[in-house]
T-cell receptor, first 112, second 118 residues
Framework: DQQVKQNSPSLSVQEGRISILNCDYTNSMFDYFLWYKKYPAEGPTFLISISSIKDKNEDGRFTVFLNKSAKHLSLHIVPSQPGDSAVYFCAALASGTYKYIFGTGTRLKVLA | GAVVSQHPSWVICKSGTSVKIECRSLDFQATTMFWYRQFPKQSLMLMAT?????????EQGVEKDKFLINHASLTLSTLTVTSAHPEDSSFYIC??????????????FGPGTRLTVL
C-alpha cells in the first residue's frame, strides 16, 4: 500500500522554465511534508518542507504548495537549471512520529 | 549543516559472509538513526529505526536476525547484513535525527553504501 505516490516517474523541462513535481498521499494523519533531491549513488539532500498549517512555503527558486483537501503537494522550481537534474522524492510524516514515508520519486531532467 | 557519513561507500562480498556498514553523525548528536534500503528506480524503504542505547524497531517484513542494528553511541549506528545473499544486494542509506531540538526534526542522510553480494 503506497501511502505517498509520485505518479510521474520522469519529467523533462527546458532550462529557465518552471518544473512542477507532484506528490499525492492517502493518509490524513500526515501533517508534515518534505522534498528531497537525490543524485545516483548518493544520499538524499533536503530541499524544502511544509507543515500542514500552511499551504505554501518558498525558499529561493523552490516553492512547495500543499492542498490538504486534495491530499496533494507540489514542488515548483523556477527557473530550472541543468544542475537541478536529479531524482526528487517527497516524504510525509504523521503527527507524533519521526518516520518518513517516501514517494517513489520523479526523475527531473533539465535540458540546456 | 549537519553531516552524516557512511562507511564503506561500496562493498562487494561473497555469498554467506557478513558485512558491517557504519553510519556516523559528524557534528551533532543523533538520538535516532534510521536505516533505509533502495532498490534501483524505487523508493527509499525504511528498514528500521534505532535509538541510542535501545533495541532497534524493525519495519514489517524486515528480518531483524538478518539485519542487525546497533546504536551504541549518539554518533554511531551500525547495520550488519548477516549471511548475505545476492538478493541482499542494494543501496543502503542511513539518516540521523538531531535530538537537540523538538518538533519535526529534519533527517540528515548519509551518502549511502552500495552492497553487491556475489
Amino acid at each position: 500500500d503506497q501511502q505517498v505516490k509520485q505518479n510521474s516517474p520522469s519529467l523533462s523541462v527546458q532550462e529557465g522554465r518552471i518544473s512542477i513535481l507532484n506528490c499525492d498521499y492517502t493518509n490524513s494523519m500526515f501533517d508534515y511534508f518534505l522534498w528531497y533531491k537525490k543524485y545516483p549513488a548518493e544520499g538524499p539532500t533536503f530541499l524544502i518542507s511544509i507543515s500542514s498549517i500552511k499551504d505554501k512555503n518558498e525558499d529561493g527558486r523552490f516553492t512547495v504548495f500543499l492542498n490538504k483537501s486534495a491530499k496533494h503537494l507540489s514542488l515548483h522550481i523556477v527557473p530550472s537549471q541543468p544542475g537541478d537534474s536529479a531524482v526528487y522524492f517527497c516524504a510525509a510524516l504523521a503527527s507524533g512520529t519521526y518516520k518518513y514515508i517516501f514517494g517513489t520519486g520523479t526523475r527531473l531532467k533539465v535540458l540546456a | 549543516g549537519a553531516v552524516v557519513s557512511q562507511h564503506p561507500s561500496w562493498v562487494i562480498c561473497k555469498s554467506g559472509t557478513s558485512v558491517k556498514i557504519e553510519c556516523r553523525s559528524l557534528d551533532f548528536q543523533a538520538t535516532t538513526m534510521f536505516w533505509y534500503r533502495q532498490f534501483p528506480k524505487q523508493s527509499l524503504m525504511l528498514m528500521a529505526t534505532s535509538n541510542e542505547g535501545s533495541k532497534a524497531t524493525y519495519e514489517q517484513g524486515v528480518e531483524k536476525d538478518k539485519f542487525l542494528i546497533n546504536h551504541a553511541s549518539l554518533t554511531l549506528s551500525t547495520l550488519t547484513v548477516t549471511s548475505a545473499h545476492p538478493e541482499d544486494s542494494s543501496f543502503y542509506i542511513c539518516s540521523a535525527r538531531d535530538g537537540g531540538t523538538s518538533g519535526y526534526n529534519e533527517q540528515f542522510f548519509g551518502p549511502g553504501t552500495r552492497l553487491t553480494v556475489l
